[in-house]
């Protein structure tokens, strides 16, 4: 398996513009996380997804995030409109619940987002 | 709501000592996961740990895991400049519903010098 693909690898866009991160998770994998870096706030998981379905999203900052999960390989993470604090490396992650292991998650390459 | 706390958050070592990196977490769990970030990579899963006195060792890289203390270590035996990088531990944590999702520490950025 190629693991988890994050497109684009870099997005650098203006201040209001929509953005759209996308993500392919390995196959098989039922859960799917967004997480987003920064320097300031570390690793904040924002939302994830249980067998395409969001379980929780109380990490998502504002309405204008937004995530989907059309179906098992793929998934959307949108920012419309964006703004300069949004700037951050975007990792998507996906895992299997495997007993015992659980969901021992491996991640993508980022996304690394730059709003001017 | 589950928090985990690393420390040191910067660590600078010579090449060729020891040093132990600390996971504190506030809620049971029973199992955490250590990761590697190399700079402007991605992360990489090192260890599971799965039960209270787990001990996994890679390397020079040696995990261990308290549950009663809810405590982690991660200890480096004789540093090389290949080890740089910054480490995380990570858990399954939030609420009931919830509890599948990873919750990670702050991160330990580690620095060998020759």
């Known amino acids: 398996d190629a693991g988890v693909i994050q497109s684009p690898r870099h997005e650098v866009t203006e201040m209001g513009q929509e953005v759209t991160l996308r993500c392919k998770p390995i196959s098989g994998h039922d859960y799917l996380f967004w997480y987003r870096q920064t320097m300031m706030r570390g690793l904040e998981l924002l939302i994830y997804f249980n067998n395409n379905v969001p379980i929780d999203d109380s990490g998502m900052p504002e309405d204008r995030f937004s995530a989907k999960m059309p179906n098992a390989s793929f998934s959307t993470l949108k920012i419309q409109p964006s703004e300069p604090r949004d700037s951050a490396v975007y990792f998507c992650?996906?895992?299997?619940?495997?007993?015992?292991?659980?969901?021992?998650?491996?991640f993508g390459q980022g996304t690394r987002l730059t709003v001017v | 709501e589950l928090k985990v706390e690393q420390n040191p958050l910067f660590l600078s070592m010579q090449e060729g000592k020891n040093y132990t990196i600390y996971c504190n977490y506030s809620t049971t769990s029973d199992r955490l996961y250590w990761y590697r970030q190399d700079p402007g990579k991605s992360l990489e899963s090192l260890f599971v740990?799965?039960?209270?006195?787990a001990v996994k060792q890679e390397g020079r890289l040696m995990a261990s895991l308290d549950t009663k203390a809810r405590l982690s270590t991660l200890h480096i035996t004789a540093a090389v400049h290949d080890l740089s990088a910054t480490y995380f531990c990570?858990?399954?944590?939030?609420?009931?519903?919830?509890?599948?999702?990873?919750?990670f520490g702050p991160g330990t950025s580690l620095s060998v010098i020759p």
């Open positions: 740990l799965l039960s209270n006195g």
């Open positions: 990570a858990l399954p944590g939030g609420t009931k519903t919830s509890y599948d999702k990873v919750i």
């Open positions: 992650a996906s895992s299997c619940w495997t007993e015992p292991w659980g969901t021992e998650a491996f």
